[in-house]
């Protein structure tokens, strides 16, 4: 039987705005269904490097923050943090990070939890049975949590094809330690042809892998390196390019998968997905700028199964439009558009993995509300 995905379009009138129709989709999707009187409900999100302005919109998480209270939860916004250099890899540096992108108290009625604590030690470890893993290392907020809601910007990412469910949940849930064995098979390589000697990707290696040659041109160090891929993303030139250790080529997303299977072991019937296809931007938003949209915004949309959910989203974006100032310019008529701007990165291996280990389907019927 096929998945409901419900779908609201970017159209709105005098009598419905779009957070009236991510009300609805609240609604519809049955997320106020999971939550019980005074849950605590981890409201998963990505709050934006700061200088990237592609994330989910702080208005938009005030609206199911004022749902979830509707149904007697106590919402909490949350995220880990991140394994690369940048303003978001310290409890400290990340809320400062949320608090500058507008998630606030006064702004969005929720407070923000880093969910591995101050440095990214404060973990669960929750049993899986994946190909790849056995245990993951969850954030203990997110752990702990009596119900979950994964708010996600659909979006492209270098090293997974697009950055969806399993992304904001799998990567996104997962400690330091977690981030960096899910990373573990990927070694970036540089081209010297390419490379401009800028030293813009040293200083953001966390693992001070990378070096300047006697030439100044970036040189990795594959014993060092941790596979984080941060600097293919900035490295605005494309000289950094994402290799895999031989015969891994998709181990990074069945490793994610897992995750975030073991995300959901822990909020068995009590978790729910919305998802915002608008700004859907090329890379993630973990880079400090975001380049133009690849598609016109197409709207959003929520269900309760994450793999029908993560597929619509795909299909609606390929379905669309590509935007000549793109990174599509010169793919404009690519039937996979993810596919044309991360060659190489078979976004099927997800999609057909989190299916393989029964968290979701790929099969769905899409629902779109009234106008």
């Not at 400690?175 to 990927?186: I, L």
């Not at 299909?315 to 991360?342: C, Q």
Request: charged share 25%.
């Amino acid at each position: 039987m096929a998945s409901k995905v419900y779908f609201a379009d970017m159209r709105t009138n005098s009598k419905r705005n779009l957070l009236d129709k991510t009300a609805i989709l609240f609604d519809l999707a049955g997320l106020g269904e999971i939550i019980e009187k005074n849950d605590l409900v981890a409201l998963k999100l990505h709050v934006g490097e700061p200088g990237n302005l592609a994330f989910v919109a702080p208005p938009f998480v005030r609206r199911i923050v004022e749902k979830v209270r509707e149904k007697g939860g106590k919402p909490f916004l949350t995220d880990s943090n991140t394994l690369y250099v940048g303003r978001r890899a310290n409890a400290v540096d990340h809320m400062i990070s949320a608090y500058e992108n507008g998630f606030s108290y006064a702004t969005v009625g929720a407070p923000f939890v880093v969910a591995d604590g101050l440095n990214g030690h404060e973990y669960v470890k929750v049993p899986v049975q994946g190909k790849k893993l056995k245990e993951t290392r969850i954030g203990a907020a997110i752990a702990h949590a009596d119900a979950l809601i994964a708010i996600t910007h659909f979006k492209g990412h270098e090293a997974t094809g697009f950055g969806g469910v399993f992304k904001n949940i799998g990567m996104g849930s997962a400690s330091r330690t977690g981030k960096q064995e899910q990373h573990s098979d990927v070694r970036p390589r540089v081209n010297p042809k390419i490379c401009t000697r800028c030293g813009r990707c040293l200083k953001w290696c966390p693992a001070g892998a990378i070096t300047q040659g006697p030439d100044k041109i970036a040189v990795i160090d594959s014993s060092r390196c941790i596979g984080c891929a941060e600097c293919t993303i900035t490295c605005t030139n494309g000289a950094i390019a994402i290799n895999w250790v031989e015969g891994q080529k998709g181990a990074l997303q069945e490793k994610m998968v897992e995750y975030a299977m073991g995300v959901l072991n822990t909020k068995p019937g009590k978790a729910g997905f919305i998802s915002f296809v608008m700004n859907v931007s090329p890379e993630c938003d973990c880079a400090n700028w975001n380049d133009a949209p690849i598609v016109p915004n197409i709207g959003i949309l929520a269900s309760q199964d994450p793999v029908a959910l993560d597929q619509a989203c795909i299909d609606l974006v390929n379905a669309a439009p590509a935007l000549p100032n793109s990174r599509l310019e010169k793919d404009l008529h690519a039937g996979d558009k993810f596919g044309a701007i991360h060659k190489g990165v078979d976004w099927h291996t997800q999609l057909s993995y989190a299916e393989e280990l029964g968290l979701g389907r790929r099969e769905y019927e899409l629902v779109k509300i009234d106008r």
